[in-house]
């Protein structure tokens, strides 16, 4: 094979390493362990309700539930040990008003009690006693647009984390959803990867069963389910669970966005293979700069991870094209997050563009997005388009589809002819590999 070809399989095998790499390689490593260390020093106890919400500040009531096991300290509620079970709150989170804080970023107290016109703060914690108090609550919050929006939360994330950043992504996107987190057993530590990644096997049933009463409940009309980092493990593989043991996804399941997959780019192939054609949408939020997953990548034989993926090359692009799967490269697009891992969250666009129009599984190229040239983002496959149609689309920024610049590319739109509308018929089967 070319030293210089790209691997048709999808994926990097494994470099040898010259003892200058190597310690590059180490000094890197510190590096980022000491980025990711960067939000120690935060007051513990911040889930005690005040039971009360200043005045001019926006509240976000969402459900959490948790495979963690419950903690001796009610201000903290939960652990980062496993659990025996699934348990679940409706947890009511304070914002404050959007002229004291920064779009995409959770303003956390400095110390207790939190300031609520320029902190976040809980104001209310109710258990959920058994499946029929969670149907009553969901039936009672389900808006007009009957979608549940079900988020996932990634390695190293505490509690707390997992309900203020969901609460911050639902408030800041504006999605007209009832917001559900599933916060799985994570110890918080840059230390407990391996941890942390079997804690996604321990809850793999768990939020199957969660996705499963969601969509059952007659009150809902659509789910998505949106995940993040090592997360995306945790929701794609319940999802293959419910697809083998059902024999398809439940059909309100209908969009998955996968923000930043910490996932090796040959088991999501393997996984998206159980769908047989008949599973969600997916949507993907890539980053070639997120150093992050560059480590994960290291740690992991260098397999290449979904989300640090180059869509712009073979044997991504044409696979992709071909599955029907959104991929938004994030990036050119700056964050003021040093390991580039949470730019989904962080960026206002971003955000705004997941509650417009990815939680209601609206393609991104079918009308004006409006993000113009502040993102600088590229997406292909958003249309399951073919051939020029694909090109166009991937060489091009995402500000081809704002009015104000979209003149600029008339003419290679008008080439497009009627090919933008042809379909994939062979949908999912691009990404996998082939069978004798």
């Known amino acids: 094979m070319d030293p210089n070809s790209t691997d048709t399989a999808g994926l990097l095998r494994p470099l040898g390493l010259a003892p200058a790499s190597a310690f590059r390689r180490a000094t890197?490593?510190?590096?980022l362990l000491l980025a990711l260390s960067a939000c120690a020093g935060r007051p513990i106890g911040v889930m005690e309700p005040t039971n009360h919400r200043a005045d001019g500040t926006a509240k976000v009531e969402l459900i959490a539930a948790t495979t963690r096991a419950p903690a001796l300290d009610k201000?903290?509620?939960f652990t980062g040990e496993r659990g025996s079970g699934l348990m679940i709150d409706a947890v009511t989170i304070s914002i404050p008003p959007d002229a004291n804080r920064e779009i995409g970023?959770?303003?956390?107290?400095?110390?207790?009690?939190a300031d609520p016109q320029k902190e976040f703060t809980t104001v209310a914690v109710d258990a959920?006693?058994?499946?029929?108090?969670?149907?009553a609550w969901l039936k009672g919050h389900v808006p007009k647009s009957r979608r549940v929006l079900v988020f996932v939360h990634g390695f190293n994330n505490r509690y707390e984390e997992a309900v203020y950043r969901f609460a911050q992504i639902v408030h800041d996107s504006k999605a007209d959803v009832v917001p559900v987190v599933f916060t799985w057993p994570s110890r918080g530590s840059i230390f407990d990867y391996n941890y942390d990644k079997e804690s996604t096997n321990y809850s793999r049933d768990a939020l199957e069963d969660l996705l499963t009463q969601i969509a059952r409940n007659?009150?809902?009309?659509?789910?998505?389910?949106?995940?993040?980092?090592?997360g995306t493990w945790l929701a794609v593989e319940s999802l293959r669970q419910m697809a083998i043991r059902h024999g398809r996804i439940d059909p309100k399941i209908g969009n998955v966005i996968?923000?930043?997959?910490?996932?090796?780019v040959d088991v999501f192939g393997q996984q998206y293979q159980s769908f047989a054609g008949k599973g969600p949408h997916f949507t993907l939020f890539v980053s070639r700069d997120d150093r992050a997953l560059t480590l994960s990548k290291r740690i992991s034989g260098n397999v290449e991870r979904l989300g640090h993926i180059d869509v712009s090359t073979e044997p991504y692009r044409s696979q992709l094209e071909a599955a029907g799967i959104t991929v938004l490269d994030l990036t050119k697009l700056k964050s003021g997050d040093p390991l580039n891992h949470g730019k989904f969250a962080e960026s206002p666009e971003v955000v705004r563009l997941i509650g417009d129009r990815l939680v209601a599984g609206q393609a991104v190229t079918e009308s004006a997005v409006g993000l113009g040239e502040s993102l600088g983002a590229v997406a292909i496959?958003?249309?399951n388009t073919v051939g020029h149609a694909a090109s166009t689309v991937i060489s091009a920024p995402i500000s081809i589809f704002d009015p104000r610049t979209r003149r600029n590319?008339?003419?290679?739109?008008?080439?497009?002819g009627d090919s933008a509308g042809n379909t994939i018929g062979a949908a999912g089967t691009a990404l996998i590999p082939d069978r004798p």
């Open 381 to 383: 496959g958003a249309g």
């Open 218 to 230: 007659p009150a809902v009309g659509e789910v998505t389910v949106m995940a993040h980092s090592m």
């Open 128 to 135: 959920i006693a058994d499946e029929k108090e969670g149907e």
């Open 409 to 416: 590319y008339g003419r290679q739109w008008l080439l497009l």
């Open 28 to 31: 890197f490593v510190v590096g």
């Open 75 to 77: 201000a903290i509620l």
């Open 105 to 113: 970023q959770v303003q956390w107290p400095k110390r207790l009690p």
């Open 258 to 264: 996968l923000a930043a997959p910490d996932l090796d």
